[in-house]
């Protein structure tokens, strides 16, 4: 019996301790040490499709700088990203607005995705448990459960792994009552250096079914040195222009 | 009988004195004082209707449960063929609201900005009225907003503010505007958070052309509101709904049905105690009266024919002195409706309940005065109903020989 309960509570903490391991090289191929993306933004609702290319610039899970390229009504709306706090520079009215830990989780601007996954503020290896579900061939499922301490929302999340690349090829949101909120699928795995990036992203929530947002990343630079300056407030209408 | 009853009410003045003034009183100030909740409550809700919520507005289903851009009207165009082929409208119009952050140099607000077209509003609401400073009819990046929200971002005319919200398309918004016009109704809340600006404007900021969050409408009378609101909701395609102005203004409506309830509970108060002092005047007379009763019924006067005689005599006083006060509240009630008192002041007092105006009309509708007169006739034949039985309790030995 003891070496029966000593073999699962070493499969489970084996099992464990593999999802851990997935989901921080996973995470890995999503940051790099330091990351330059360009992104082509589709959204498409019931009424209307809009179109947006923006840039960002990140370091690690702290540091995010964001600036929108296109439409030209837009142009130089940026975003930081700095331990925690989140700020918006506006040039039409020239004003920096702070952007309060309550609207992480609003929408960003009538897309798919919110502030959060915008600047990658929450960590899914700092914030949630992962536990194995199921492992296919190259394919693992894994649970992720936010810990006690984590300020996320999510009630939980199951994400696809592919093994070969460490890039996630599905994730499925939940809500605090397990009801399914939204789902990612990632495609068109590219291969950057060292890492690995699916360079197409496909949001939709479930409660709209004609909701869309595709995230096209066309450029992407990983571990290049990135100027330190992107990463302070005044970056945000020195790098407006 | 009849010719008994007048010498009786001829002779006992002192009962009858009081009897007449009670009733006349008291139906006097019941009507007037009717006439002026009425009054108030109707202005009160007339003022709110007129300043900006018209008597029925039309949304798209689910708009004022669950909100958003995702509710709004996508095409005004049908609609506004529907209400332009409706009679008995005096105007309507498409309002697009949104919600952002209006700042000043040093302050932030958030404020309900919304698109309207403003030589429609002209006929259909009192924004126009409501101009205290600048132009009312705005012109490109200009606001027309109101006089509290000004002074919460110490705003004058002329100066410029910033605002930041998302257009239709969830797209960013950020304009700077300048202060053209402000207003004041008197509704705080409401002239602390919104702004107007041009229709026109509006829609190339906000990519919504021939949309609406709703389309205000108001009738020429509102006592054919309902009506005409009927006639309209039935040519409405399937995925729009209207709201009358009784549910518009649900809260208004029962915060105006509790008041008359307390005024109608505190007009009661004063009725009973009415009710009682004539019933007394008029037990102590009876009860002086008693020989007088034992005589007739010795002489061989029914019991019936007492009972007629005492009903009489309050029948007659009763309408007596509603010859008087009737006419004369009815006259009050007109008079101060198309003249109505000016309380200098007030509406600034109360202007958290909705007064907007210093002016206290009544209201005059002939109808409540018949059935507020009616009550107090009724109370007045029932004040003598325990005296009869009291003299009925007697035989005409007792009566004659009552000390």
């Known amino acids: 019996m003891k070496v029966l309960l000593l073999f699962i509570f070493l499969s489970t903490a084996i099992f464990a301790s593999e999802a851990e391991d997935i989901i921080k090289k996973v995470d890995q191929n999503m940051r790099g040490k330091t990351l330059y993306l360009k992104i082509a933004m589709s959204i498409q609702t019931d009424y209307y499709e809009r179109n947006m290319v923006l840039e960002s ?115 499925i949101y939940f809500d605090d ?56 407030k005044s970056a945000l209408k020195r790098f407006s222009n | 009988m009849f010719s008994l009853a007048i010498k009786n009410i001829l002779f006992y003045k002192g009962r009858s004195l009081t009897t007449f003034l009670l009733t006349f009183v008291s139906l006097y100030l019941f009507i007037v004082y009717v006439a002026f909740m009425n009054g108030s409550h109707q202005s009160m809700l007339q003022n709110a209707l007129n300043v900006y919520t018209g008597s029925f507005q039309i949304y798209q289903k689910e708009y004022r449960s669950k909100g958003g851009y995702d509710y709004l009207i ?95 398309d969830y797209s960013f918004v950020a304009e700077l505007f300048e202060v053209c016009g402000l207003f004041k109704t008197g509704m705080y809340e409401f002239d602390s958070q919104s702004a107007f600006m041009n229709r026109d404007y509006f829609d190339t900021l906000f990519f919504s052309k021939n949309m609406a969050t709703y389309i205000v409408a108001m009738a020429e009378n509102l006592k054919h509101n309902d009506a005409v609101a009927t006639k309209v909701e039935k040519k409405l395609p399937q995925e729009l709904q209207l709201y009358r102005w009784q549910t518009l203004m649900k809260s208004m409506v029962q915060l105006m049905e509790i008041d008359s309830l307390f005024g109608y509970i ?99 509708d002939p109808l409540t005065v018949f059935y507020n007169s009616l009550f107090l006739f009724a109370l007045n034949l029932l004040s003598i109903v325990y005296p009869i039985y009291y003299v009925r309790s007697f035989t005409p030995i007792e009566e004659t020989q009552h000390v």
Not at chain 1, 197 to 215: C, S
Not at chain 2, 300 to 314: A, M, Q, T, W, Y
Not at chain 2, 345 to 354: D, F, H, I, L, P
């Open chain 1, 57 to 171: 610039y990140s370091e690690g899970s702290k540091k995010n700088f964001v600036k929108i390229l296109s439409p030209s009504k837009d142009y130089g709306i940026t975003f930081l990203s700095l331990h925690g706090q989140m700020w918006q520079y506006i040039p039409k009215i020239e004003r920096i607005i702070k952007i309060p830990p309550s609207m992480m989780l609003q929408k960003w601007m009538g897309s798919d995705i919110t502030n959060d996954d915008l600047v990658k503020q929450s960590s899914i290896v700092k914030d949630y448990t992962a536990k194995m579900l199921e492992k296919k061939g190259t394919l693992a499922t894994i649970l992720l459960t936010p810990k006690a301490d984590a300020a996320v929302v999510w009630g939980k999340i199951i994400t696809t792994v592919d093994t070969k690349t460490y890039t996630s090829q599905e994730e």
């Open chain 2, 74 to 168: 996508r095409d005004t165009r049908k609609p506004l063929q529907i209400l332009a082929d409706t009679k008995g409208l005096k105007a309507f119009a498409p309002r697009l609201e949104t919600f952002g952050i209006a700042s000043s140099k040093t302050y932030s607000h958030p404020i309900m900005l919304t698109g309207i077209d403003f030589n429609r509003e002209e006929k259909l609401s009192e924004l126009k009225k409501a101009l205290t400073q600048g132009e009312y009819n705005t012109h490109g990046a200009c606001l027309y907003m109101g006089e509290n929200l000004a002074q919460k971002l110490h705003l004058h005319l002329g100066d410029t503010l910033s605002f930041v919200g998302s257009a239709v």
């Open chain 2, 266 to 364: 505190s007009m009661g108060l004063f009725f009973i105690v009415i009710f009682f002092v004539i019933m007394i005047y008029g037990f102590i007379n009876i009860n002086a009266r008693l020989r007088e009763f034992g005589v007739l019924r010795s002489i061989g006067v029914s019991d019936n024919k007492i009972s007629l005689l005492l009903l009489l005599e309050i029948l007659l006083l009763t309408l007596f002195a509603f010859v008087f006060a009737l006419p004369l509240g009815a006259y009050t009630a007109y008079y101060f409706q198309i003249h109505p008192i000016v309380i200098e002041g007030m509406s600034e007092m109360y202007k958290s309940y909705g007064v907007v105006s210093d002016k206290v009309p009544t209201l005059f």
């Open chain 1, 177 to 232: 009552d397990g009801k399914k909120v939204r789902s990612f699928v990632y495609k068109d795995v590219k291969k950057y250096g060292n890492y690995y990036l699916p360079t197409l992203w496909i949001i939709q929530p479930f409660d709209a079914p004609k909701h869309k947002t595709t995230l096209q990343i066309k450029e992407a630079k990983y571990d290049a040195p990135i100027n330190p300056a992107y990463f302070s």
